[in-house]
């Protein structure tokens, strides 16, 4: 069967919350690839992403618990509850195994739920993440060089300050926040505010509560010597798709490298931290290569 746009589905979890979910492409002999979100506290922004492989493959898109169009809940906010999430849109469609895609939060999610249920992972595709190590490997790196890119333009530093100081924004602020924070991900600076817009299009409220939870609770857990032996164990093949010019500095992935025993790394040059939207012929070419 073919799709020839995305089918919304609703996606009931174990403790019967209800997430948006939608399939495209064609089924085929290969594994359907299952992709996996950033944020925490985002929605699904892979449209452009799905439309890269739906000639080879039914690829399926995902809300998480609690943003975007998913139910609204007051959590739980923890990473064992959203692998049990996915687990849900694995065993809705039908899939006995899947390829995993997940983009900055989502590849520590889609590498969790890979640890977890290897058996029903064929292989993990692990984009723009930060990798097993500890904060300190890259967020001060990070905060430096988002200022840094922001301030290429002093006027848009100054308004986003201007804004976060704000008490109380409105809706409107809160999207204006968000685009100008998300332009720095992207390498091309006479088109990034366009492409953060389409980020922000359509627009759903940010959940603060999950970003902040789920971030404190990578900060007590990842880093561990625990995480770095399990990553040893996990006998599938993954491939890890980097942009060079991300601002979170790509050396933080290293640890994960080193763990992983199967493992390709690509280095995209000339792409942000949305890799697919700067280079999206090597961005497909990595992906289909372990498909």
Request: hydrophobic share 35%; with cysteine.
């Amino acid at each position: 069967m073919t799709w020839t746009k995305s089918a919304t589905e609703t996606v009931t979890t174990d403790d019967g919350l209800r997430l948006w979910a939608a399939r495209s492409g064609r089924g085929g002999r290969g594994e359907p690839l299952v992709l996996c979100h950033g944020g925490p506290g985002l929605w699904d922004m892979f449209e452009d992403v799905a439309g890269l492989f739906t000639d080879t493959a039914t690829v399926v898109r995902w809300d998480q618990r609690g943003c975007g169009r998913s139910e609204r809940c007051d959590g739980p906010w923890t990473s064992e509850r959203f692998v049990a999430d996915l687990d849900a849109v694995r065993r809705h469609f039908g899939l006995e195994r899947m390829a995993l895609l997940g983009h900055s939060w989502g590849a520590q999610l889609a590498l969790s739920y890979a640890l977890a249920h290897p058996e029903q992972v064929s292989a993990l595709v692990y984009v723009s993440g930060i990798g097993i190590g500890p904060d300190s490997e890259w967020y001060d790196a990070y905060k430096r060089n988002f200022t840094a890119r922001l301030g290429e333009r002093p006027e848009r530093l100054a308004h986003f300050h201007e804004l976060t100081s704000r008490q109380g924004p409105t809706e409107a602020e809160q999207r204006e926040t968000a685009v100008l924070r998300w332009s720095v991900e992207f390498v091309d600076r006479e088109r990034d505010l366009e492409h953060a817009g389409r980020m922000a299009d359509p627009w759903f409220e940010i959940n603060d509560d999950c970003n902040k939870v789920l971030n404190a609770e990578r900060k007590s857990t990842w880093g561990t010597p625990e995480l770095y032996a399990a990553c040893q164990t996990l006998d599938l093949p993954v491939v890890v798709v980097d942009g060079a010019r991300d601002i979170r500095p790509r050396s933080a992935v290293d640890s994960l490298e080193r763990a992983l025993p199967r493992v390709r790394r690509t280095i995209l040059a000339e792409a942000g931290h949305l890799p697919w939207v700067e280079d999206p012929k090597g961005f497909r070419e990595a992906v289909t290569s372990v498909l």
